[in-house]
């Protein structure tokens, strides 16, 4: 069965960092894309980036463009959004979505973690 596990949200004060990270586990892949989505309180769902397991990073929209970037390790199964200048519009709940077919279909999702952003 396959696992997603987000770790590395908190309360970090604005202009700071933090790093996320997701594992997918529960069987061998020999492909996949992972994506990072955010929900904030009262706000539809937001696709963040994505990565697959070659390590191509294919989007970032314009809201946190030049401050989030992604990163992957094939041999690890996991993902990492490393979160730079944080704003307190980033406070959301982030939730890594992984898809073993790396057609984009985000079939597994994590748990959430949450990040909150203080002004």
């Known amino acids: 069965q396959v696992q997603v596990k987000e770790s590395g949200g908190g309360l970090v004060q604005a202009g700071g960092s933090l790093r996320l990270s997701c594992e997918a586990s529960g069987r061998a892949f020999s492909m996949w894309e992972m994506a990072w989505f955010r929900e904030a309180p009262g706000e539809a769902r937001e696709f963040v980036a994505n990565?697959?397991?070659?390590?191509?990073?294919?989007y970032y929209p314009d809201s946190v463009k030049g401050r989030f970037t992604i990163s992957g390790d094939s041999a690890k199964n996991t993902v990492y959004l490393q979160m730079n200048s944080l704003k307190p519009e980033d406070t959301a709940v982030y939730y890594c979505a992984f898809d073993p077919t790396a057609r984009g279909e985000y079939n597994y999702w994590g748990q959430g973690t949450q990040v909150t952003v203080s002004s």
């Open positions: 990565i697959n397991w070659r390590g191509d990073s294919t």
